[in-house]
């Protein structure tokens, strides 16, 4: 019978990562071209997302090192 090792990890660790600057470089570029996107949308659509024309531009006009909590590790 064959048995199956499986590492255990501390419950407090098991969801911490490692820093990456690659990853952190790429969560930022989304969250630029995210913010992009939402300053094209029309009137329409931030009404049926449930923001303001001024919030959203509030939040297209964040530099792109300010990453939403998300993104956050």
Aim: aromatic share 6%.
């Amino acid at each position: 019978m064959a048995q199956s090792h499986v590492l255990a990890r501390p419950m407090g660790l098991a969801h911490r990562r490692r820093f990456s600057p690659l990853t952190l470089v790429a969560r930022a570029r989304a969250a630029r071209r995210e913010r992009r996107a939402l300053a094209k949308l029309d009137d329409h659509l931030l009404d049926d997302i449930g923001l303001t024309r001024r919030a959203a531009w509030s939040e297209a006009k964040r530099p792109f090192w300010e990453l939403p909590s998300r993104h956050h590790w």
